[in-house]
C-alpha cells in the first residue's frame, strides 16, 4: 500500500487478557520498528526489525512484549497479561535503508485502553 | 544521539511565517538534523533533513548555522493544519539504522 497500515486502529481490553497488534509496512522497506506513546508523553521506542538479522530489543519494557515480522514484511507485536499501565498508543514505522529515502514512515497507530 | 533543546511551546498567526528554533550544540561531524512533526491522533510525519547547507521542500525550509549548533525550522505560511508538536532529532544518516530518538518537542499552535 501508499502508508503503512496498522490494525486495529482502537482495542479496548481487560487487564490480564493477551494483545496483538498489527503492522504492515511499505512495500519494501526492510526496516521496521515499533514506538508507543502514553498520553501526553512523547514517542518510547520499542523495537526494531531489520531485514533478516536480529531484532533491536532493547526498548522492549518487560519480558510481557514480544514482536515479530513474518517473512520480512508484515510485523506483530504481542503483549500477554495486560495491565494498565500499557494503554498508550502503540506505532509502527517502516524506512527503506537503499536508495535516498531515509525518512520514517509512520502509521496512524492502535490505541490500547487496557480496563 | 546528540541531545536537542527546543521550547515546550509557541504561537503563530495564521498566514505569517513560523519559526521553530532547535540547539543542538554537540552535534557530530556525521549527523544530520532532522524534522518531524505529529498532528494530534496522528504518527509523526517527515519534514526535512540537512547536514550544513540550507535545504527546501514542499513543507519547509531548514536554516542550519554554519556552525551547525543550531537549526531554524520555517513553515512560510503557517495555516491552522501546521499545529502540530515538531520534533528536531540529530542522527547519523546511516549506521545502525536504529531508532529515532523523540525529544519532547515544540508545540505549534497556529491561530486565525
Known amino acids: 500500500g501508499a502508508g503503512v497500515s496498522q490494525s486495529p486502529s482502537n482495542k479496548v481490553t481487560e487487564k490480564g487478557k493477551d494483545v496483538e497488534l498489527r503492522c504492515d509496512p511499505i512495500?519494501?522497506?526492510?526496516?521496521l520498528y515499533w514506538y508507543r506513546q502514553s498520553l501526553g508523553q512523547g514517542l518510547e521506542f520499542l523495537i526494531y526489525?531489520?531485514?533478516?538479522?536480529?531484532?533491536?530489543k532493547s526498548g522492549l519494557p518487560s519480558d510481557r512484549f514480544s514482536a515479530e515480522r513474518t517473512g520480512g514484511s508484515v510485523s506483530t507485536l504481542t503483549i500477554q497479561r495486560t495491565q494498565q499501565e500499557d494503554s498508550a498508543v502503540y506505532l509502527c514505522?517502516?524506512?527503506?535503508?537503499?536508495?535516498?529515502?531515509?525518512?520514517?514512515?509512520f502509521g496512524s497507530g492502535t490505541r490500547l485502553t487496557v480496563v | 544521539d546528540a541531545k536537542t533543546t527546543q521550547p515546550p511551546s509557541m504561537d503563530c498567526a495564521e498566514g505569517r511565517a513560523a519559526n521553530l528554533p532547535c540547539n543542538h550544540s554537540?552535534?557530530?561531524?556525521?549527523?544530520?538534523v532532522y524534522w518531524y512533526r505529529q498532528i494530534h491522533s496522528q504518527g509523526p510525519q517527515y519534514i526535512i533533513h540537512g547536514l550544513k547547507n540550507n535545504e527546501t521542500n514542499e513543507m519547509a525550509s531548514l536554516i542550519i548555522t554554519e556552525d551547525r549548533k543550531s537549526s531554524t525550522l520555517i513553515l512560510p505560511h503557517a495555516t491552522l493544519r501546521d499545529t502540530a508538536v515538531y520534533y528536531c532529532?540529530?542522527?547519523?544518516?546511516?549506521?545502525?539504522?536504529?531508532?529515532?530518538?523523540f525529544g519532547t518537542g515544540t508545540q505549534l499552535k497556529v491561530e486565525l
Open positions: 512495500s519494501g522497506h526492510t526496516a
Open positions: 532529532i540529530v542522527r547519523p544518516l546511516t549506521g545502525g539504522g536504529n531508532k529515532l530518538t
Open positions: 526489525f531489520q531485514g533478516n538479522s536480529a531484532p533491536d
Open positions: 514505522a517502516s524506512r527503506s535503508t537503499s536508495g535516498t529515502v531515509y525518512g520514517y514512515t
Open positions: 554537540t552535534i557530530s561531524g556525521n549527523e544530520y
